[in-house]
Each structure stands twice: as C-alpha cells, then as structure tokens.
C-alpha cells in the first residue's frame, strides 16, 4: 500500500483565497484524521470521521474551515476564506476501525497565506 | 484531556542507549499510553504503545512504572537516524482513537 497521500504537497495562496487539501487514506482504514501543526501550537486535531461520518470537529478553529468525507477512499480539509494565521502543516492520518490501533500519517501539506 | 509531561530536549550519543521519560500522573485504568515519533520534515510515526505490562518491538521498548503514572521509551542504541520529536500520548478508550499531542521531546543524536 502506498500510504496516506495527501495533495498539495505545498501551497501558496493569497489571503482571501479559497484552499482545499485532499487526502486519500490506507485502504480499508475505516477512520479519518485531520490535523495541523504550526510553531506555537504544536500538533491539533481539527477532526476525525468514522465510517465517512465526522465524529469530533471540536478542533476545527472557525467556521471558515470545513472537512467532507464524500466515500471512504477521499477526504477534504477546505478554508474559505484563507488568513496568514492559517498558515501550518496539515496533516491527514487514518487507522482501523479499532481504538486501540495506531494512527498512519500522511507527509502533510505545507500551506503559507500571504 | 489526559495530560502527559516530557522533558522539552533531550541528547544522547551515537549506539548508546535513550530512555526518554514521560509523567502521566492523572492516567485512568483504561487509557493506553502511545508512543509517536516524528523525524523532521515527516509527519508522525507510530513507535510502541501499551497498557500496563513492558512491551518491546523492533523500534523500542516501553516499560510501564507499576501505578502507571509515568512510562519511560527505550531506545537500545541510538542512531542518527533516531533524531526525532518523541511524543508520549495518552490514547482514552472512549474518544474513538483520539490522540491529543503535546509538545514532546526532541531528541538530538550526537555522533
């Protein structure tokens, strides 16, 4: 298997702009992880989904960020409108469907908001 | 959320062994302790986990004090390839897999 995979790789936008980051996680991992991680904050959870179902958004900031699961083999992290402050690594991690099972990261997206 | 504390950097020598601590004095019988590991420019790796007996695998050992307040991660011989952030994590069996990072260890690996 090849891993989470997670694009873009980076991204370069402009304040005000719309950015989507995807995710396609291990197959047959039953949950999905959206996460971020800047400087001064260390690593958050934003949210999670089972089963394609969001299960805890409780870390994602504000409403300008918004996370789909349209099937099992997709997901989306989306910032509408983008902000500096929203500059970070996002990472996308999936597991089974399993609590005690670990957690396989993908290699993140590197946004900047300028 | 369960809270762990780890020192903020740690060094150690090329093919000597690392023990890197971790208190998790609020610990409740069913959360597990997890172990993550991330290199840099990576995303986090899984390393080890367990619940109240020593484990070890490949990468690692873990060994569990007896109340399970704190564990310690085991390193038999560091490498520089083993120049990581360490993240001692508590994972609570009722929040789905959750896992709540902290500012972890940085480990740097003089050869």
């Known amino acids: 298997d090849a891993g989470v995979i997670q694009s873009p790789r980076h991204e370069v936008t402009e304040m005000g702009q719309e950015v989507t980051l995807r995710c396609k996680p291990i197959?047959?991992?039953?949950?999905l992880f959206w996460y971020r991680q800047t400087m001064m904050r260390g690593l958050e959870l934003l949210i999670y989904f089972n089963n394609n179902v969001p299960i805890d958004d409780s870390g994602m900031p504000e409403d300008r960020f918004s996370a789909k699961m349209p099937n099992a083999s997709f997901s989306t992290l989306k910032i509408q409108p983008s902000e500096p402050r929203d500059s970070a690594v996002y990472f996308c991690?999936?597991?089974?469907?399993?609590?005690?099972?670990?957690?396989?990261f993908g290699p993140g997206t590197r946004l900047l908001v300028l | 959320d369960a809270k762990t504390t780890q020192p903020n950097s740690m060094e150690s020598n090329e093919e000597e062994p690392v023990h890197l601590p971790c208190n998790h004095s609020t610990i409740s019988g069913t959360d597990y302790i997890h172990w993550y590991r991330q290199l840099p420019s990576q995303g986090p790796e899984y390393v080890i986990h367990?619940?109240?007996s020593n484990v070890n695998n490949r990468m690692a050992s873990l060994a569990i004090a007896e109340d399970r307040k704190s564990s310690t991660l085991i390193l038999h011989r560091a490498t520089l390839r083993d120049a990581a952030v360490y993240y001692c994590?508590?994972?609570?069996?009722?929040?789905?897999?959750?896992?709540?990072f902290g500012q972890g260890t940085e480990l740097s690996v003089k050869p």
């Open positions: 197959s047959g991992h039953d949950y």
């Open positions: 994590i508590l994972k609570v069996e009722n929040q789905g897999g959750k896992l709540i």
């Open positions: 367990g619940l109240t």
């Open positions: 991690a999936s597991s089974w469907d399993r609590t005690q099972e670990t957690q396989y």
